[in-house]
């Protein structure tokens, strides 16, 4: 993907100064409501960038799909996402799931990231789990924690295959709590029925191990479970 366009990817809100968080705190993002603010939303195919294509990182020969763009119409009261080819009959209608790709805050030790980037301070995660309904942990590293969110979808799959999802403006609605002296190593989700640990790094066996010692980890520090 050429740099200059790494600019207009993953629009953010935020940072956030959360008052009194410190380096060992965490901060809880209660998700209240995720609801799409325009009744449109885009995807698209973008050569090297993605699963399906090679990449600088993963290289491979087969030459890289071209650039496709698919306008989806959002149905905001059925709740669903419709996309019409202009050439031909094909409609695809697949129902909405808002949640957001981006949630995180400052990283350690200084550092810049990119909002594609994700890592322990959360990024750029795309995990479909990321909805109303949800609490969102993420470890502070820097003093106010520095909190941001967006990169809004209206649907999307278990991650970005084709490198987009179904991108959107977004209207959302959290509440933010502080939990002092509390540490979260990696981005945790739980939901009413659910409790997930993320996991970012290459190759993917590792960010695999990374989740699950942490989830071994919540499970014996909240859940009274033993280690061995």
């Given amino acids: 993907m050429p740099r200059g366009r790494l600019r207009s990817l993953n629009p953010q809100t935020g940072p956030f100064h959360i008052e009194g968080a410190e380096p060992g705190d965490t901060v809880a993002v ?3 409501s995720v609801e799409p603010a325009r009744d ?3 995807s698209t195919t973008v050569p090297l960038f993605g699963a399906l294509t090679s990449t600088h990182t993963t290289a491979t020969l087969q030459p890289p ?5 698919w306008m989806w119409h959002l149905d905001r009261e059925r709740r669903t996402a419709r996309f019409t080819a202009h050439d031909s009959d094909l409609q695809v209608e697949l129902p909405m799931d808002p949640m957001h790709g981006t949630v995180g805050v400052a ?3 200084l550092e810049v990231r990119s909002a594609l980037v994700p890592d322990a301070h959360g990024g750029n995660m795309d995990s479909p789990e990321m909805r109303a309904g949800v609490t969102c942990y993420l470890g502070v590293n820097v003093e106010g924690a520095l909190l941001s969110l967006g990169d809004g979808h ?15 403006a977004m209207r959302t609605v959290v ?3 502080l939990l002092k ?4 190593p990696w981005p945790r989700i739980e939901s ?12 993917l066996e590792d960010a695999f191990r990374t989740s699950q010692l942490d989830l071994v980890r919540w499970l014996e520090r909240d859940y009274g479970f033993s280690l061995f």
Avoid: L
């Avoid at 209206?154 to 959107?168: F, I, L």
């Avoid at 009413?192 to 190759?203: K, N, Q, V, Y």
């Fill in 181 to 184: 002296g509390v540490a979260t």
């Fill in 192 to 203: 009413d029925t659910h409790i997930i640990s993320t996991g970012s790094a290459r190759p």
């Fill in 65 to 69: 799909p071209p650039e496709v763009v």
């Fill in 175 to 177: 509440i933010v709590e």
């Fill in 107 to 109: 990283p350690a030790n």
């Fill in 30 to 32: 209660h998700f209240v």
């Fill in 40 to 42: 449109w939303a885009a």
């Fill in 154 to 168: 209206a649907r999307q799959g278990e991650g970005e295959t084709c490198g987009v999802a179904v991108e959107c």
